[in-house]
């Protein structure tokens, strides 16, 4: 993956696969901890693009979206936060306190998506300290965007119905275009050091590489072809 210039400046690169993709579905499977994402429809040598959030940080979200470069919308379920144990390790996730958020959550950050589930009913599937199945639906020109995490709907999007500031659904079109290539966003920024401190992430200074100390990822019977980044698995396949 390489690793951010200049050192430790808090911003995330990004792994772009050679090729574009219109309407397609892609399952990944994320490590923790992480401040990532998966973009969708970016552009090859620009950050624009559609970016499903994996932020495991303090007020983060997973399954939710934010606009890359395009009116930098942020709609998500849910906000989250750590669960720690008395001697303050990370032993799992809980809903974001407001009287200690560092971005709040409102019922205007959830309303415009299309569906949606509960804190309750995500916790109830995520797997603490395991692989999790993400599969991503992204198909229309001004697509609407369908997340899953071990099947069930997490969060749904349609931007050309999406009423936001700065928001254009036309931006989609001209700028993005109907296809984009993916992107897979660098999960170890300063930005995730500062959100989510404490004895399993005391620091990060920047994306390197993380192959060599990584798990392995569990064995995937299905046959599908896939390949590994920064612990990550994805597959990707196009939607008739």
Known sequence: MGRQSPRGSGYGGYLVSDRPFGDFELDARADWPADTGI?????????????VLFDYRQSGSIGGFY???????HVVPFAIDAKRDEEGRVIGLKLDDPATSVEPFTPAKREPLSAACTFEEFEAIWRWEDWNHFSIRCVGDCPTVTVRINGLLVAELDLARLKAENFDPQVIMSTLGTQGHIAFEDPTTTLASGRLAGPQMPHADGATCRSESCPEPPEDNSGRAGHVVASRHACVKHVE
């Open 39 to 51: 973009m969708l429809r970016r552009r090859p040598d620009t950050w624009e693009g559609i970016q």
């Open 67 to 73: 606009g890359n470069g395009i009116g930098a919308f």
